[in-house]
């Protein structure tokens, strides 16, 4: 799985939109770049995933570069309760293998009111 | 509502006692997971099972036990072998039913303190 590079950590205000940066200059062809959070004490949560295209579900929009050697992470809104440590995550996808998830330390964002 | 548990949330466990946690889950999915988190760390892999009867290890298995005699349950047994237990431990699960393997449901976690 290739190597990720994140932010230790960013601030964001309420209501605004969090960026949330990602590298991974070595992605081979058939890896997605996965997007989880975790809220402090809980377990992890899947967000988004894509492959080149950018993509956008009821949660987040995910902007991959052309070179597909970094990604942002976009929140619209984001609200006190983003506030999270938030992992990105390159792997090949692979339906048919169950595989581990590397995280690494993410990035802290603290939503500020 | 369809979901993953884990149970107890927290532990306390003496010194030199073997202690199991918990996993449930009603989600249909085919493979199980166990993550260690230690604070301010990601995620490390203890065991993972893609399929009933069936586990491997990760990159932690030393100390830790589990199995898979069913499909819906995967649970974790920390053991006196276990040097440092005191962590944070998360269940996951994933399948097909979940678009791809790589999209893991997790359980709310178990907090685990050796007194």
């Known amino acids: 799985d290739a190597k990720t590079t994140q932010p230790t950590s960013m601030d964001c205000a309420e209501g605004r939109a969090a960026n949330l940066p990602c590298n991974h200059s070595?992605?081979?062809?058939?890896?997605?770049v996965y997007w989880y959070r975790q809220i402090h004490s809980q377990g992890p949560q899947y967000i988004i995933h894509?492959?080149?295209n950018n993509e956008t579900n009821e949660m987040a929009s995910l902007i991959i570069t052309e070179d597909r050697k970094s990604s942002t992470l976009i929140l619209p809104h984001a609200t006190l309760r983003d506030t999270a440590v938030y992992y990105c995550?390159?792997?090949?996808?692979?339906?048919?293998?169950?595989?581990?998830?590397?995280f690494g330390s993410g990035t802290q964002l603290t939503v500020l009111p | 509502d369809g979901g993953i548990t884990q149970s107890p949330k927290y532990l306390f466990r003496k010194e030199g006692q073997n202690v199991t946690l918990s996993c449930e889950q009603n989600?249909?999915?085919?493979?199980m997971y166990w993550y260690r988190q230690d604070p301010g760390q990601g995620l490390r892999l203890i065991y993972y099972?893609?399929?009933?009867?069936?586990?491997q290890k990760g990159d932690i298995a030393e100390g830790y036990s589990v199995s898979r005699e069913k499909k819906e349950s995967f649970p974790l047994t920390v053991t006196s072998a276990q040097k440092n237990p005191t962590a944070f431990y998360l269940c996951?699960?994933?399948?097909?039913?979940?678009?791809?393997?790589?999209?893991?449901?997790f359980g709310p976690g178990t907090r685990l303190t050796v007194l």
């Open positions: 996951a699960s994933s399948g097909p039913t979940s678009g791809s393997y790589n999209e893991q449901f």
């Open positions: 070595t992605i081979s062809g058939n890896e997605y």
């Open positions: 894509g492959l080149k």
């Open positions: 995550i390159v792997r090949v996808g692979m339906a048919g293998s169950a595989r581990q998830l590397t």
């Open positions: 989600l249909n999915h085919d493979a």
């Open positions: 099972s893609q399929i009933v009867n069936d586990f």
